[in-house]
């Protein structure tokens, strides 16, 4: 059964050096929430590309992950990218976990998450809101 420290140790040693945010950020969620956390049917839980607006633009952005049943969403960057480092994003500098924010705020006031997750596939930082 899933969800013990051996299986958190072979996703760390399967995911070690790897991480391009367009090409695995699916793959990764979804095997850390079967095979590391246990949860069966990690794709009927787990949200990709959610469409929201948010104040900062006038296009609407893509939450890399959310996940309703936990409240949380996640803003998933490539390997090697640092978490606190403020990039350009729709017209703003902010760091993922702001990105991530902006992201909440857009969306209802019921569906909000409670918690942003900045990940770079080696790390996780987890924001409570």
Avoid at 65 to 94: M, N, W
Avoid at 101 to 119: D, E
Wanted: hydrophobic fraction near 35%; proline fraction near 5%.
């Amino acid at each position: 059964m899933p969800g013990k420290k051996a299986d958190a140790e072979a996703f760390a040693s399967k995911w070690a050096n790897k991480g391009i945010e367009n090409q695995d950020t699916q793959r990764f969620w979804i095997d850390f929430y079967q095979n590391v956390l246990g949860v069966e049917d990690a794709v009927s839980r787990l949200e990709f590309e959610k469409p929201v607006s948010t104040d900062a633009s006038t296009h609407e952005g893509y939450i890399d992950v959310f996940i309703p049943s936990a409240k949380t969403l996640v803003e998933q960057k490539s390997l090697g990218i640092d978490l606190a480092k403020e990039e350009t994003r729709q017209g703003r500098k902010v760091t993922p976990a702001k990105q991530g924010n902006a992201y909440a705020q857009g969306m209802p006031l019921s569906q909000q998450p409670r918690y942003i997750i900045a990940c770079n596939f080696a790390e996780f930082w987890v924001f409570d809101r």
